[in-house]
């Protein structure tokens, strides 16, 4: 059975808006790691979107620095599953979740292989909310945003976790790795 990973970037103060962290080279390579490392990503919209838009043009289009090509490069070859009510067609290579989502990735997770990676704000409470979760990493920014989104908005039901690593990066952010506790 594949794990479910999920890692995502929040502030001290638990926002997750993609706008308010502080990304450098050492953050960017440790994320294309952990994409490169997954056999598929399992995205909500505006993840894919957000995702496609930045990373699908080419560097030249987008002005992003040099140390940001690895990212780019991993999640431009990684497969994603794209789960959306709203989407009919997805490329980019993508696919839509049709049907269940839980059944959906359930299945995802009894193929065989390293390991599925899941992004995003909305959908990560879902599955968490569903148990299928296997690793949460959080990388935790030294900033206070004083505004949301905030980290598992919704979540109903307490999710136990126990820390299996961590690792502080230059700029100050610490990535902690944690898994259910009793898995």
């Known amino acids: ?6 890692s995502i970037n929040v502030t001290l103060d638990g926002c ?4 308010v962290g502080s990304p450098d080279p050492e953050l960017h ?15 909500g919209r505006p993840t894919y979107e957000l995702m496609e ?28 599953y794209v789960a959306s009510r709203t989407l009919t067609s997805v490329d980019w290579n993508a696919e839509l979740i049709t049907g269940d989502l839980i059944e959906t990735v359930r299945c995802l997770k009894e193929e065989p292989g390293e390991g599925l990676y899941v992004g995003g704000v909305v959908l990560p409470v ?7 979760i296997d690793e949460f990493e959080f990388i935790v920014h030294p900033r206070i945003a004083g ?15 126990e820390p299996v690593r961590s690792i ?16």
């Open 147 to 161: 505004h949301g989104p905030w980290l598992f908005d919704g979540l109903r039901q307490v999710v136990d976790l």
């Open 126 to 132: 879902a599955l968490a909310d569903a148990g299928l």
């Open 29 to 43: 390579q440790h994320s294309a790691g952990i994409i490169a490392r997954a056999d598929a990503l399992i995205l």
């Open 168 to 183: 502080t990066f230059a700029g100050g952010a610490v990535a902690t790795t944690y898994v259910p506790k009793g898995s």
């Open 16 to 19: 997750v808006d993609h706008r």
């Open 1 to 6: 059975m594949r794990p479910l990973r999920y």
């Open 53 to 80: 838009s930045a990373w699908r043009p080419p560097r030249e289009e987008t002005g992003f620095p040099d140390w940001t090509v690895p990212f780019a490069q991993a999640i431009g070859k990684a497969k994603k």
